[in-house]
């Protein structure tokens, strides 16, 4: 019963370091899988963020080209606005100097009028008051 004993202490010291064997090298091969596939984590992020980074370019950039494109429509629109402002002010001031003239014949229609009149009066003739 003695070598029984014995030989069940033996074996279990056996297994103990056939376990242990197998620990470490279970160990070993976490740590190599780990360190061969660290670079292909850290790739696959980087990748993941710099495909992210441009997704939001990409907005930013179609964003940008509308905003382009709306303010060189605005612009158009000012120089249209500008341009029909001037033909605006140069046909009020034709109209202005229409006026002026008219104003103008029609004053000296008045002041002929007016020295026709005196004239058919003669010039003693004072003038009916009324």
Same mark, same amino acid.
């Given at each position: 019963?003695n070598e029984?004993?014995k $030989?069940m202490?033996n074996? $279990?010291?056996? $297994?103990?370091y056939?376990?242990g064997i197998?620990?470490?090298?279970?160990?070993?091969?976490?740590?190599?899988?780990?360190?061969?596939f660290?670079?292909v984590i850290k790739?696959?992020?980087y990748?993941?963020?710099?495909?992210?980074a441009e997704r939001?370019y990409?907005? *930013?950039?179609?964003?940008?080209?509308?905003l382009? *494109?709306?303010?060189e429509n605005i612009?158009?629109?000012y120089a249209? $606005?500008v341009?029909?402002?001037?033909?605006a002010?140069?046909?009020l001031?034709? *109209?202005?100097?229409k *006026?002026?003239?008219?104003?103008?014949e029609?004053l000296?229609?008045?002041?002929?009028e007016?020295?026709?009149?005196k004239?058919?009066r003669?010039p003693g003739?004072?003038?009916k008051?009324?």
């Amino acid at each position: 019963m003695n070598e029984l004993l014995k $030989f069940m202490g033996n074996l $279990f010291v056996v $297994f103990l370091y056939l376990g242990g064997i197998v620990a470490i090298a279970a160990a070993a091969r976490f740590l190599w899988i780990t360190a061969r596939f660290t670079y292909v984590i850290k790739l696959q992020k980087y990748n993941k963020d710099k495909m992210e980074a441009e997704r939001e370019y990409n907005v *930013i950039s179609a964003e940008n080209s509308q905003l382009m *494109i709306a303010n060189e429509n605005i612009r158009e629109a000012y120089a249209d $606005f500008v341009v029909n402002l001037k033909d605006a002010e140069r046909k009020l001031n034709d *109209i202005n100097k229409k *006026i002026e003239m008219k104003k103008e014949e029609l004053l000296k229609i008045e002041n002929n009028e007016e020295v026709q009149s005196k004239e058919k009066r003669g010039p003693g003739r004072p003038r009916k008051q009324k």
